[in-house]
């Protein structure tokens, strides 16, 4: 996480000019070239010896006659440290800073420059500016921790980096209790700018000092914005939406630095707010972190589950760009964490959770319901996954299902193409009884719903108005219903039967028609073949004008002598 160094050849060009400039001016010949790294330095070895022992002890063990090349490359804070190390040997005048001294002291220990060597040397010159100075001041203490990054194994063997996080985390959590500057939590940019394993050891120094879980808390909230900003703070997607591979650099360096800043996250449930947390755990599961990583941050989310929003539900479900909805797996996992915990809590005060729910579970069952009608115009959004997600809560969560039959209309308006079974399978998580007037007379209008809801939203009130405005006995409205929507079926199903006959016996004129076109005199239909058969049998009951057919006897095509009826003269006299 170091920022990029300036390009080399031109630092390296820029030192050896610099150098030129005073060892020359000595009008003394150089003896020696010192090479660290790519670059060289034109030197006197008098003037070296006289304060590093390290260079003295090269020359004399050397095996040649004349040592005129000594190779550095492994100096502590490379060329640009070493030629203020010659400068000083040369006794010309330089600026230690809080940037340099740490790569000052590490170079004055390798080329041992100690003052029993030459008074007053550079190991006793940086010590007093890195005590009277760096540590002085917690920016000075992150700033000299800053540069031992670069310095490892050494700066952590002359105990420089303890000594910096000692300073910065006494000095963090004063300003943390007493501020003295404004903002009141500069000092949380300041600790920023570290390597996390700095940082991280920030931390815990803090934590042995006692300090709370919301200072820890604004401190780890302001790292991770910095070094996770694409992907926690800038939810625009500009950041995250790059193509780079799962197993890239950048992926790999921000998966190890989410999963280090959220082992630091301190035990206090109320020391993070939720929507951090859940911008996390979408970083998590778009890095693709370990399970234990993902795990900790939904427990985090699911004990403080109560104060979601929305908004934080919908930043876990959708990718950084708003156009794909991600696997629900955790809203799922957070959901019923949450709804555990408040059945435990319910057992142990010796109570139904399913009857008698909490404040708590009822704000979070209307944020859910809220939710699903975000997420129900998806159309990649199962029927099962809707119904897994609105089952989550108990039915006692819900005074009113409004806000889920809301849900429930939009997903079925985003989804024209389901059945009467699926329909009826997407409102079977929500009870119609629950429905307030206004959303009963919606449902009993909406052609989107399947028939049992819409008669449930037409019965409910009918019954209430003949309970004598009483809410009815649910047990016995839904066996009514029941009962009701099972007459109908039954009727729907005579009606095709009815259809399919009419149709069949259309099929039947239609064919008759055709066979009888030889003889056009007489057409032939399904009722006069009837009526022509029955006139055969002699069983016509409108034949000889008789309506008792009970005693009609004889053979087909027999003489039967049937009585005329006698005549009536019918007067008004």
């Known amino acids: 996480m170091s920022n990029t160094p300036a390009n080399p050849n031109r630092r390296f060009s820029a030192a050896m000019e610099r150098t030129g400039q005073w060892v020359f001016s000595q ?21 070296l010896v006289a304060k590093s022992n390290h260079i003295r002890k090269l020359i004399m063990e050397s095996k040649g006659p004349d040592l005129t090349r ?10 640009e440290i070493f ?23 590490c170079t004055a220990e390798y080329l ?31 700033v000299a921790l800053k540069s031992c990054e670069l310095l490892l194994p050494i700066a952590e063997d002359l105990k420089i980096v303890q000594r910096c996080i000692d300073v910065a985390s006494t000095k963090a959590c004063s300003e943390a209790n007493f501020p003295c500057r404004s903002p009141p939590n500069w000092w949380t940019e300041e600790l920023s700018i570290l390597d996390i394993e700095f940082f991280s050891r920030i931390i815990a120094a803090m934590k042995q000092r006692g300090a709370k879980s919301l200072t820890l808390a604004s401190a780890i909230i302001t790292y991770a914005e910095r070094w996770l900003r694409d ?17 890239s650099d950048l992926r790999v360096q921000q998966r190890q630095l989410l999963e280090s800043i959220v082992s630091l996250l301190p035990a206090e449930k109320y020391a993070f707010t939720i929507h951090f947390l859940c911008c996390l755990l979408r970083s998590a599961n778009f890095l693709k972190v370990s399970g234990s990583c993902k795990n900790e941050l939904e427990k985090r ?19 950084y760009d708003g156009e794909k909805l991600l696997a629900l797996e955790s809203v799922r996992r957070i959901i019923s964490g949450f709804v555990e915990k408040e059945k435990t809590m319910a057992v142990f005060n010796g109570g139904d959770y399913r009857e008698v729910c909490s404040g708590a579970m009822q704000r979070v069952a209307k944020r859910l319901d809220a939710y699903l009608g975000e997420i129900a115009t998806c159309t990649d959004l199962s029927i099962s996954k809707f ?40 409102c079977s998580s929500m009870d119609p009884l629950k429905l307030s007037y206004e959303a009963r007379v919606h449902a009993s209008q909406n052609k989107r719903l399947p028939v049992n809801i819409v008669l449930h939203a037409l019965y409910y009130d009918q019954l209430k108005l003949r309970s004598g405005d009483k809410a009815p006995d649910a047990i016995t409205t839904r066996n009514q219903l029941k009962a009701d929507v099972s007459l109908i079926k039954e009727n729907e199903a005579l009606r095709s039967e009815l259809m399919k006959m009419k149709m069949y016996i259309s099929d039947i004129q239609k064919n008759q028609g055709a066979a009888g076109t030889t003889s056009k005199a007489r057409k032939t239909t399904f009722f006069s073949s009837v009526s022509k058969t029955l006139g055969k049998l002699k069983l016509n009951p409108f034949r000889q004008g008789s309506k008792d057919t009970s005693n009609i006897e004889g053979a087909v095509g027999g003489d039967v002598e049937v009585p005329k009826p006698r005549r009536r003269r019918f007067s008004i006299s």
């Open 27 to 47: 009008e003394i010949p150089t003896d020696v070239v010192v090479e660290v790294g790519e670059a060289k330095f034109s030197l006197h070895k008098f003037m």
């Open 70 to 79: 000594i190779n550095l490359s492994d100096v502590p804070g490379g060329p």
């Open 83 to 105: 030629e203020k190390a010659a400068k000083f040997c040369y006794g010309i005048n330089f600026e230690i800073t809080v940037h340099n001294v740490a790569a000052l002291r």
């Open 112 to 142: 041992q420059m100690a003052d029993k060597y030459c008074d007053n040397n550079l190991t006793g010159r940086t010590e007093d500016f890195l005590s009277q100075v760096a540590l002085s001041s917690l920016s000075g203490a992150v």
């Open 231 to 247: 992907l926690v703070r800038d939810h625009t997607g500009n950041g995250a939406s790059s193509t780079a591979p799962d197993d």
């Open 301 to 319: 989310i699911s004990v403080i589950l109560e104060h979601v929003t929305v908004e934080d539900l919908l930043v876990l479900s959708f990718s």
């Open 387 to 426: 119904n897994g997600i609105a089952n989550l809560v108990p039915k006692g969560a819900r005074k009113v299902d409004d806000d889920l039959y809301r849900a429930i209309d939009i997903y079925l308006k985003a989804h024209p193409n389901l059945d009467e079974v699926e329909r009826e399978k997407v």
